[in-house]
C-alpha cells in the first residue's frame, strides 16, 4: 500500500480550515497563468472571476486529498466499520485506490489496471464533489 496527497480531514471544521488554506495559492495560480497568457488588466478584470479562482482552490485542494492504493484485499481491509463504501469502476479489476473522510464516515475508491497516477486524480475530484464539496 501506497499513500499519495496530504489531505485526510478528521471533521468538516479541519476541512474547511483545509480548503481555506488553499486560497491563497490558488489566486496565486490564476494570476500567475493569467499573465502567462497575456491578459492585459482589463481582459484580467472581464476574465478572471471569483468563480474562476473558486475552480482553481477546488481543484487545489482536491489534488491535495490523501489516497491510499493497494490490491482489492487491502482496500477491504482498510475500510472502517460502519462507514458508507462507493466504488467506482469494476469488481474484476485488482487495484485500489480510496480515500477515507471520517468527516461523513464514507470512503470513496475506484478501481484501476496499470494507470494508478491517473486512477489517484480522478478519485480526488470524485470525491471532492461527492464528499467535501457540500461541507467547504
Not at 493497494?70 to 485488482?94: C, I, K, L, Q, Y
Request: hydrophobic share 40%; charged share 30%.
Amino acid at each position: 500500500m501506497e499513500t499519495h496527497g496530504t489531505f485526510s480531514p478528521e471533521d468538516e471544521a479541519t476541512a474547511r480550515e483545509q480548503y481555506e488554506s488553499v486560497g491563497p495559492a490558488a489566486q496565486t495560480v490564476v494570476k500567475e497563468t493569467a499573465k502567462a497568457m497575456q491578459f492585459d488588466r482589463e481582459e484580467y478584470g472581464e476574465r478572471v472571476t471569483s468563480d474562476v479562482v473558486e475552480t482553481a482552490r477546488d481543484a487545489l485542494f482536491a489534488s491535495l486529498l490523501s489516497v491510499t492504493t493497494g490490491t482489492r484485499e487491502e482496500f477491504e481491509d482498510a475500510v472502517p466499520e460502519n462507514f458508507d463504501v462507493h466504488v467506482e469502476g469494476s469488481d474484476n479489476v485488482e487495484n485500489v485506490a480510496w480515500h477515507v473522510a471520517p468527516a461523513v464516515e464514507t470512503v470513496v475508491a475506484a478501481t484501476y489496471n496499470e494507470k494508478e497516477n491517473a486512477a489517484i486524480a480522478t478519485l480526488q475530484r470524485i470525491t471532492f464533489g461527492r464528499v467535501y464539496r457540500d461541507i467547504v
